[in-house]
């Protein structure tokens, strides 16, 4: 009887200290802390919300012209009569074209030279002085000279695209598989590993998921570059109708084109990200 009060007792105990214990409060900015992707969802889409309606407000009450900042519903407007009536949609292509060869040809020479910089001195020590140099060097410096050797076709502007991306691709890589753990190729080492096999069973698949981010985050920079390269002796692409829309003070459409550019952009990081989900599903950690 006396057993059975006083368990009753520290049971009771236990739950008045369970009760007075404060429970912290959740903050709705906590440092590093993940959030679920519902919630990742709501405040992409509440930026969005939030910027259109300031757009909107601008030219409501005036604080700029609406001669050079037309509303939303204008800019659509103007996409669609630009997709409809003007074959846009030809000019879409022509740009993602040209993004794509550039890019790719880009990834084909910065991913193996970024690769064998990172992993031997040597190498590094003869290639990244002039890696270096050229990556201090203005891309559109570079438009006369193109404009010499490849004319006013496709070649110019995809060797523009081209400069503006390999070197920072190169040194960016580079970086990337020096962070290679010590660690692990020792360890391969020490198994009989030679140079070629460490490299390609070790260096080569630990530093490739942030070789893919690399590749990611200089795509952008390549769409970055992508109306310079057409604004000069151009007849098609997007930068090509933003210059003829400039001739006649046709702003929505030229925002209708900076629109498509960021949608374009948005839809490449997309695939990348998807990507790199498909190559390293042990990278990515499930978010409530």
């Given at each position: 009887?006396?057993?059975?009060?006083?368990?009753?007792?520290?049971?009771?105990?236990?739950?008045?200290?369970?009760?007075?214990?404060p429970r912290r409060k959740r903050r709705w900015l906590e440092y590093k802390t993940?959030?679920?992707?519902?919630?990742?969802?709501?405040?992409?889409?509440?930026v969005w919300v939030v910027f259109f309606v300031l757009w909107e407000a601008i030219?409501?009450?005036?604080?700029?012209?609406?001669?050079?900042?037309?509303?939303?519903?204008?800019?659509?407007?103007?996409?669609?009569?630009?997709?409809?009536?003007?074959?846009?949609?030809?000019?879409?292509?022509?740009?993602?074209?040209?993004?794509?060869?550039?890019?790719?040809?880009?990834?084909?020479?910065?991913?193996?030279?970024?690769?064998?910089?990172?992993?031997?001195?040597?190498?590094?020590?003869?290639?990244?002085?002039?890696?270096?140099?050229?990556?201090?060097?203005?891309?559109?410096?570079?438009?006369?000279?193109?404009?010499?050797?490849?004319?006013?076709?496709?070649?110019?502007?995809?060797?523009?695209?081209?400069?503006?991306?390999?070197?920072?691709?190169?040194?960016?890589?580079?970086?990337?598989?020096?962070?290679?753990?010590?660690?692990?190729?020792?360890?391969?080492?020490?198994?009989?590993?030679?140079?070629?096999?460490?490299?390609?069973?070790?260096?080569?698949?630990?530093?490739?998921?942030?070789?893919?981010?690399?590749?990611?985050?200089?795509?952008?920079?390549?769409?970055?570059?992508?109306?310079?390269?057409?604004?000069?002796?151009?007849?098609?692409?997007?930068?090509?109708?933003?210059?003829?829309?400039?001739?006649?003070?046709?702003?929505?459409?030229?925002?209708?084109?900076?629109?498509?550019?960021?949608?374009?952009?948005?839809?490449?990081?997309?695939?990348?990200?998807?990507?790199?989900?498909?190559?390293?599903?042990?990278?990515?950690?499930?978010?409530?």
């Open positions: 009887m006396s057993d059975a009060r006083a368990q009753s007792k520290d049971v009771g105990s236990g739950d008045v200290s369970a009760r007075s214990t993940p959030i679920s992707r519902r919630a990742t969802i709501n405040l992409g889409i509440a030219v409501v009450f005036e604080w700029v012209n609406a001669l050079f900042l037309p509303p939303p519903e204008k800019v659509v407007m103007g996409l669609v009569k630009l997709l409809v009536e003007d074959g846009f949609l030809f000019d879409i292509v022509v740009s993602v074209y040209r993004i794509a060869i550039s890019f790719g040809l880009a990834c084909l020479v910065a991913v193996p030279l970024g690769i064998l910089m990172g992993s031997f001195k040597r190498v590094e020590a003869f290639v990244n002085p002039l890696v270096s140099a050229w990556r201090y060097l203005p891309a559109p410096s570079f438009i006369p000279l193109l404009l010499m050797w490849f004319g006013t076709g496709d070649g110019q502007k995809v060797a523009l695209l081209f400069i503006g991306v390999i070197w920072f691709l190169i040194t960016i890589i580079m970086d990337h598989v020096k962070s290679v753990r010590t660690e692990l190729i020792e360890t391969s080492k020490t198994l009989g590993g030679n140079r070629f096999q460490v490299l390609l069973t070790v260096v080569i698949p630990a530093s490739m998921p942030n070789i893919l981010v690399a590749m990611r985050q200089m795509l952008a920079v390549s769409w970055t570059y992508l109306v310079i390269a057409e604004i000069v002796a151009a007849s098609t692409g997007i930068g090509a109708v933003m210059m003829r829309a400039k001739r006649f003070l046709h702003v929505d459409e030229i925002m209708a084109c900076i629109l498509v550019i960021g949608l374009l952009g948005l839809t490449f990081d997309f695939l990348f990200r998807i990507l790199h989900r498909v190559l390293f599903p042990y990278l990515n950690t499930e978010r409530r």
